[in-house]
Every structure is written in C-alpha cells, then in structure tokens.
C-alpha cells in the first residue's frame, strides 16, 4: 500500500526566508507525486507535480521540489517566502496508471512579518 | 469555467441524523471524487466515480455512507444515520478523462459536524 507522510505539521517562518516542507512517501510500484495547496476558505489547488523527466520542478510562484527516488521524497523548497504563501500545504501520490491519489497529513506553514 | 461546488459549507447535525451533501464538479468532468479530512489528518479517499459508474469505493467507511451521481452530473453524499466520528470536512473533486495530463480540482469542502 502507499503512504505519504508530511514530517512537520506546523512551520513557522519569517518573510523572505527560506523555506522546506518534508514529504517521503512509500510506494512498491512507480507513483507520480504532487504538491497541492489550501489557502484559508478555500479548496486545494495543484502547485506542482513530478509525472516523469527531469527530477526538479518549478511552481508559477517560486516554489520547487526535486524528485529523490532513492530516498523516496519529495520536499518543497522556496529561497523566500512572503506573507502571502501562508496556507496549508498537502504532498500527495499516484500509482501510475491509477486513479487515486493519497494524500498526507498537511503542513501548515505560517509565515510571519 | 466555475470551479467544483460543494453545498452545504457548514452543517451541524446530531447523532443519528441524516445529512446530505453536493457536489457539483465542473462541466465535462468525468472523473468525481470524494475525500474526507478528519480533525487535521490526512486527507483521506471515499470514492471514485466515472460519469455515473463507481470505479472504487474502497475508501467509504462502512454502509450508513451512499454516494450517488446519477446522470452522470452532480453528486450526492447522504450519511445514514450519522456518528460523532464522521465530524470533518468533506471535498469533492473532479478531473477529466486521463487523469495523469488531468490535476484534480477540489471543491472548497463541506464541514460536517456531528454532535
């Protein structure tokens, strides 16, 4: 079975600093892996996704993460971040040719002036 | 194109009750999911449906949980009689045929409490 798991569920940090959210996920087969985001009120959005090529991808506002199959992870990375990133942030898996994708727990990621 | 609707946002029931709740994906979508979240968990898969057929409801919890999306169009989710434990936040979401080129597009969720 696969398991996504979010190693912090609350990261607190100052605008314009760098920022890392962990995800390792566990799978026996191969998975595409995903980022989505909460923001307050609403629903989750795709940020970014790793489906195949090269191992570091890039969201439209900074944020990147980089495919480590051998460490089975997928952390998400931005150099500076502002105020306007605080949101909750969801790594998530898919088994290749499957339908259902499995999600962690969360991180909610607090950014403060 | 309107995004995913969910309805009700809030609803508060007691034990034992019944509650019913939408979801109307976005046009075209064949692909609805249901998923709950559960006091900050993992946000955890129900069920999966292909126009109006179930592909996977391996996720529903046990039978006081009935989804439906007859037509093919919108979806229902009816919790019979309801639990304390099934508090949380319910999100629909809907993809296009091929989900790998399709991401999911969530609603905004439906929290449910049980009291």
């Known amino acids: 079975a696969q398991s996504v798991t979010q190693l912090d569920s609350q990261v607190p940090v100052f605008e314009e600093a760098p920022v890392e959210l962990r995800c390792n996920y566990s799978s026996s087969v191969s998975v595409y892996l995903f980022w989505y985001v909460q923001y307050p009120n609403q629903g989750l959005q795709l940020l970014l996704k790793y489906l195949s090529g090269s191992t570091l991808v890039e969201s439209i506002n900074g944020f990147e993460a980089e495919f480590n199959k051998s460490q089975t992870s997928f952390h998400l990375r931005k150099p500076s971040v502002h105020i306007s990133d605080t949101a909750e942030y969801f790594c998530a898996v898919l088994l290749t040719g499957g339908f259902k994708t499995i999600f962690g727990a969360g991180t909610r990621l607090f950014v403060k002036a | 194109e309107a995004g995913v609707t969910q309805f009700p946002s809030h609803s508060v029931i007691e034990k034992g009750q019944t509650v019913t709740l939408r979801c109307d994906p976005i046009s075209g979508h064949d692909n609805l999911y249901w998923y709950r979240r559960v006091m900050g968990k993992e946000i955890k898969f129900l069920l999966h449906f292909v126009k109006e057929s179930k592909q996977d409801e391996s996720g529903m919890p046990n039978n006081r949980f009935l989804a439906e999306r007859t037509g093919g169009t919108y979806s229902t989710l009816k919790v019979q009689p309801a639990e304390l434990e099934d508090s949380g936040v319910y999100f629909c979401?809907?993809?296009?045929?091929?989900?790998?080129?399709?991401?999911?597009?969530f609603g905004n969720g439906t929290r449910l409490t049980v009291t």
């Open positions: 979401a809907s993809s296009q045929r091929g989900a790998l080129n399709s991401p999911l597009h």
